[in-house]
């Protein structure tokens, strides 16, 4: 009687894969801008200005998505990021002003912006992963800098 021992599965890092981010990302993007399409669809009543900006954004976070799924280069993961960025800031930015004005006693919880948030995050998150190893500290050490930054801006802003 012959016995054979089963391989073990080779060790793994731990790490995700630069594919894993990529779908990461992706799907982050895809259903920020699905979320950004539903919203529009409610914001129409309330602010035009937030309507028509919905409309923009909604289908170009699921083009972006879809193109980083099928996978990117340099100069598309950078414009990616930069713009999910942006929006990340607009969207920390209009929501701070919304909170500030807002009559005392009606703090709410904005379930869409906390996703919407999520997603954004997550898309940078991997969007800095999968940039090539000779952009990839830049581009992590410049989101540090500019995360400490608004916060540092945060925390004057709030004191003040």
């Not at 259903?31 to 539903?38: K, R, S, Y």
């Not at 669809?41 to 976070?61: C, D, H, K």
């Not at 699921?62 to 340099?74: D, E, L, M, Y």
Request: charged share 5%.
């Amino acid at each position: 009687m012959v016995t054979t021992a089963a391989q073990a599965p080779p060790a793994t890092s731990g790490r995700f894969t630069p594919a894993v981010w990529m779908v990461l990302a992706g799907e982050s993007l895809v259903a920020a801008g699905i979320l950004h399409l539903v919203v529009d669809i409610q914001s129409l009543t309330e602010n035009l200005l937030f309507a028509v900006l919905f409309l923009i954004v909604g289908p170009l976070q699921v083009k972006f998505g879809a193109r980083v799924i099928r996978g990117v280069t340099s100069v598309t993961a950078t414009v990616t990021l930069v713009t999910s960025l942006a929006l990340v800031s607009l969207l920390v930015y209009a929501h701070s002003a919304a909170v500030s004005n807002a009559p005392a006693g009606s703090n709410g919880t904005d379930v869409t912006g906390t996703v919407l948030l999520a997603c954004g995050l997550v898309s940078v998150t991997a969007l800095g992963a999968v940039m090539p190893a000779g952009i990839r500290r830049w581009t992590v050490n410049s989101l540090l800098g500019l995360g400490l930054a608004f916060w540092v801006i945060w925390l004057v802003i709030s004191l003040v």
